[in-house]
């Protein structure tokens, strides 16, 4: 059993920045791939950005250029620093935790075993 915890939401002005932290309670993030989503009601959740257990990252091309992906192994916490925000990203975001991931095109991300519960972030113009 994995839980992930979300913060570093809030509100902000477009041209701002944030950076969202999700805290992993039960399991290594070493060994699992790990990303964040995103979901505004009335559409599907959809991948931002992922990293795999050997680093290697794959962004949506709404986040490429302005969000990095990471994590801290000795911290057992993924990140998601987001520059440059428009009032389009605004969203719930979700931590997704899975032992064995995939992708298929820059947004979709498959083999996902455990979601955090969100964090919301709203852009302002």
């Known amino acids: 059993q994995v839980q992930l915890v979300e913060s570093g939401g809030g ?3 477009a041209g701002e920045s944030l950076r969202l932290s999700c805290a992993a309670n039960g399991r290594g ?4 791939c790990m990303a ?4 505004t009601p ?5 991948g931002v950005a992922l990293i795999y257990s050997d680093g290697r990252t794959v962004y949506a091309d709404s986040a490429k250029g302005r969000f990095t992906i ?12 987001m520059n440059s925000l428009i009032p389009e990203d ?7 935790f899975g032992y064995r991931c995939w992708t298929t095109g820059r947004a979709n991300y498959y083999g996902i075993d ?5 964090t919301l972030v709203t852009i302002s113009s």
Request: net charge positive; aromatic share 18%; glycine share 8%.
């Open 11 to 13: 509100s902000v002005q």
């Open 29 to 32: 993030v070493s060994s699992a």
């Open 36 to 39: 964040w989503f995103r979901q």
């Open 42 to 46: 009335g559409k599907a959740r959809e």
């Open 70 to 81: 990471s994590k801290d192994n000795a911290k057992n916490t993924l990140y998601l620093q």
């Open 90 to 96: 605004t969203a719930v975001y979700y931590c997704a």
């Open 114 to 118: 455990y979601w955090g519960k969100g």
